[in-house]
């Protein structure tokens, strides 16, 4: 399973990014999706998540009604939807996948993922 994340950049506080996550994989229908990020001395931190169907998704209160998380199952691509961007929002972003269901596990959780994208940095200026 490979992921590439695109879509990062430099945008100003009030901006909106969409963020892309492409996945090469056959089942990735089967799969649940997640947004992490880290921004510099942090930990990484659950941003977003979406089941395999695309009809449960999952949002940190921090970004929660700024953010949204979709998935094209055609395009084996997640998106990430993210508005009104403030300067606490720059991280670099990663995309994961959840190949196997881990079902005791919470989509917040890094451990519900098997596989991570490579990062895109999103910075937003003041």
């Known amino acids: 399973v490979q992921l590439q994340a695109s879509g990062g950049g430099l945008v100003q506080a009030g901006g909106s990014l969409r963020l892309s996550c492409a996945a090469a994989?056959?089942?990735?229908?089967?799969?649940?999706m997640g947004w992490f990020r880290q921004a510099p001395g942090k930990e990484r931190e659950f941003v977003a998540a979406?089941?395999?169907?695309?009809?449960?998704?999952y949002y940190a209160d921090s970004v929660k009604s700024r953010f949204a998380i979709s998935r094209g199952n055609a395009k084996n691509t997640v998106y990430l939807q993210m508005n009104s961007l403030s300067p606490e929002d720059t991280a670099v972003y990663y995309c994961?996948?959840?190949?196997?269901?881990?079902?005791?596990?919470?989509?917040?959780?890094?451990?519900?993922?098997?596989?991570w994208g490579q990062g895109t940095q999103v910075t937003v200026s003041s």
């Open positions: 994989g056959r089942a990735f229908s089967s799969w649940h």
């Open positions: 994961a996948a959840g190949v196997y269901t881990h079902s005791s596990l919470s989509y917040t959780t890094p451990q519900k993922y098997d596989y």
């Open positions: 979406i089941n395999w169907s695309g009809d449960s998704t």
